[in-house]
């Protein structure tokens, strides 16, 4: 039974954080900020006109963490999730705003953070848990354990500079985790490793969890954190813009990742072609314009194509894609001998996928318009008829469906 409760461990109240792209001139900043406090004279800096170079790195960003919840913090690269991490550590301290923690953290924000090199496995528990407040007999009672779970006894009296990055990653995580942390920080450690050894990690978290201790799990993985967290706060652009169920902030998360994608495939489309790739839209079956799907129902991608001159047996390939995954599967009207003209009076294409075997996540089509042989190429069009699966539920701990699509299947047991 978990002993998750209405305990409070971690209260971000409207923090902020900025930074400078140049070097000097952060410096420079910098001491002319410590004058100003060391003369009383602090301000609310997110109420200024931002300096030359100066950016949001994480902007009025509120969120709590209960006692025995996982929280996923997931965001694009650059979005603020390191940031936000490392104010929470107490790494860096925000500009304005409020952190609240009650209890103590065990982190791995980076890989191999903490460590030591010149010093031997075991001298690094040591110094590791000393950070984290604890006597050495609290070690002692805990030393074969940690050691047992990175499952690095033969080399724990070796330096750790001999290490590879799975046994640092092994050695840090262990740590971590076992000295049994009030708040937990993971900052893409589950990434390195191999299978055996990250599934035995997600094991031990969720036993964490289940124990009232409390986890912030940052990873561009999605796939993965189904396994362990609950609930998802998605950065983008330094702001916070989803705090709620985990399924809904791993598609918002990969609709972030795609719309940076459409942006770039936007400013290499060609004007003044022959033909092209005109409206795109996503339908139901009864040819209704429709965003989210359920998981076997019928989808219509419903695709308009205009031309300046008349183009003979034309050919569309259509590639359904994933923001994360990339191309999941592609068709095209060769492969049905579906034959079609394009003149300048437009044409338009249905393509119909009874039973969408997709789960929950966001996915787009990138088409392709062709004439009869492989050379003929009149317009490629990507990121189009963006649509969700937002159901049923998936489960990632082996009790039903996970991944990224559902495959027909009939269990026989003898």
Not at 18 to 47: F, H, P, S
Not at 262 to 290: F, I, M, W, Y
Not at 341 to 346: F, T
Request: glycine share 10%; proline share 3%; with cysteine.
């Amino acid at each position: 039974m978990s002993s998750k409760s209405s305990e409070v461990i971690l209260d971000v109240e409207n923090v902020w954080k900025i930074y400078c792209r140049n070097l000097k001139r952060a410096m420079w900043y910098g001491v002319k900020d410590l004058g100003r406090e060391a003369l009383g004279a602090g301000r609310d800096r997110t109420q200024e006109d931002l300096r030359t170079g100066e950016f949001f790195s994480v902007r009025d960003a509120s969120f709590k963490v209960n006692r025995g919840e996982c929280l996923a913090m997931i965001g694009p690269n650059g979005a603020g999730k390191s940031t936000m991490l490392k104010m929470i550590n107490g790494l860096i301290k925000p500009d304005s705003g409020r952190i609240t923690i009650r209890g103590h953290i065990g982190a791995l924000i980076e890989l191999g953070t903490g460590f030591n090199p010149i010093l031997s496995g075991r001298e690094n528990i040591y110094i590791n848990a000393a950070v984290l407040g604890m006597k050495k007999s609290e070690v002692d009672l805990l030393f074969d354990e940690i050691v047992e779970f990175a499952e690095l006894g033969h080399v724990i009296n070796d330096p750790i500079k001999t290490y590879s990055s799975g046994m640092r990653v092994r050695l840090g995580f262990s740590i971590a985790a076992n000295l049994r942390p009030q708040l937990l920080l993971m900052d893409e450690v589950l990434a390195v490793g191999d299978v055996g050894f990250r599934m035995k990690c997600f094991a031990h978290l969720n036993k964490l969890v289940q124990s009232g201790v409390s986890i912030i799990l940052v990873t561009h993985a999605v796939g993965m954190l189904q396994r362990v967290a609950t609930r998802a706060v998605v950065f983008g652009q330094g702001k916070i813009v989803h705090d709620g169920e985990l399924e809904t902030g791993c598609t918002i998360y990969e609709e972030m990742m795609g719309a940076s994608d459409r942006v770039r495939a936007k400013q290499k489309e060609q004007a003044g072609l022959d033909a092209s790739v005109g409206d795109v839209d996503t339908c139901n079956e009864a040819g209704e314009p429709q965003f989210e799907f359920e998981t076997g129902e019928t989808l219509n991608l419903r695709i308009q194509l205009n031309a300046k001159r008349l183009i003979k047996d034309a050919r569309l390939v259509v590639a359904l894609c994933s923001p994360v995954h990339g191309v999941l599967s592609s068709v095209s009207t060769s492969y049905q001998e579906v034959q079609f003209n394009v003149d300048e009076h437009g044409r338009a294409v249905t393509l119909k996928i009874p039973e969408i075997p997709l789960l929950i996540g966001s996915y787009h089509f990138n088409i392709s318009l062709l004439g009869p042989e492989t050379t003929d190429f009149y317009h490629r069009s990507s990121l189009r008829g963006v649509f969700r699966v937002v159901g049923p539920p998936v489960d990632a701990n082996g009790y039903g469906l996970n991944g990224i699509t559902k495959i027909q299947h009939a269990w026989n047991v003898n």
